[in-house]
């Protein structure tokens, strides 16, 4: 019967996407090591490129200079791009204060709003090293951050280098602890993914380093530049990793409303990238296409799948008993986000309620975002993540 197949072909897919595969890596990734040729810190580095947009980041920027600067980079070899996406706040003041006390930091100002995406493509233009850092403001680097990301350039199949993103301001009240472990979860399967094949799916976009060769233009209106990014360095004949002692701290989203904005936006990039790149999921490039269609695409149209578990059962509930408690559990589960809405108002906060939370609401993020590919992306200008909520 044809329900029952759509039923069962969507459970497989969930259960692949979030157990099976990150599972199959680790038993792959036994024993394995990746066997790269890295610089030691004594070495001769290379230069290096640190290239920001920024708007209204007044409450972080100087941090997150002095956080460059405090990685001691070899004299010379650092240089710090930042452009201005029309900031309307003290942002620009601030840098034109950091640019006259340190010379390695260039400040522009762009003066219409145009997106990260635009001001990272002229900045990539005006850089004059080889080997680039795209970061973001309120992501803080330890001060050997720097020195993790660049070893790996001594070996030339290196193209794209990824930092372990780690979350501070948890709190029990939110959702920052389940995303922190979700991010936790997915640092794991691309440390795995890059090491059995150099097909990282995606930095998480607050710190990575690449090769200024293998830099591509993002489109315009594409919204997950950093995904696109990466795509285009694997499909080069690259390789791209993640290296987990490049630590960075980032103040993890703790308002499900805010996060929910983040991840529908993000989403709807994700379509655009699944467009853009639909003839690598078969590809000749070793481990490209499982990690793509495994890792990435079975969870963006998860919705998809989670809709046709719970068409399906309610279909064959009429017929079979099986089935119907199936459907009964779906309703019941779909119940939970309210009750841990009402216990969240009394400061009653339960770990697993706020799980089934967090997955529905971004799994309809995922929806939301799919409905806005659809109806066309016109603009990639972004709103800053509201910082300490």
Known sequence: MIAIILFWISVAALVHTYLLYPALLEILAIRKTSGRNTYESSDRLPGVSVLMAVHNEENVISEKIESIILNKYPEGKLEI??????????????????????????????????????????????????????????????QDTMYHLLKHFKDSRIGLVDSNMKHKGLRDSGISVQENLYITREVKIKDRESILWGTMMGPFGGCYALRKELYCDVPPSFLVDDFFINMKVITSGHKAIIETDAIVYEDVSNSLSEEFRRKARIA???????????????????????????????????????????????????????????????????????????????????????FITHFISMNFALLVGFINFLKGVKSNVWQPTRRNQ
């Open 81 to 142: 791009l930042v452009g201005s996406d029309a900031s309307t706040d003290n942002t620009d003041k601030i840098l034109q204060n950091l640019a006259s006390s340190n010379k390695c930091l260039k400040f522009f100002r762009f003066d219409k709003r145009r997106g990260k995406s635009a001001i990272i493509n002229d900045l990539v233009r005006l850089s004059k090293e080889n080997i680039l850092i795209i970061t973001d403001a309120n992501v803080i680097l330890e």
């Open 268 to 354: 709807a990039g994700n379509f655009q990238n699944l467009k853009h790149f639909s003839a690598y999921l078969l590809s000749s490039i070793k481990g490209l296409s499982v990690s793509f269609f495994s890792h990435k695409v079975l969870r963006w149209i998860g919705p998809f799948f989670l809709a046709t578990i719970f068409i399906t059962s309610l279909f064959l509930s009429r017929e079979y008993m099986f089935y119907r408690y199936l459907f009964y559990i779906q309703l019941f589960i779909l119940t939970l986000p309210l009750i841990d809405y009402l216990l969240g108002k009394i400061k009653i906060h339960v770990i697993i309620l706020r």
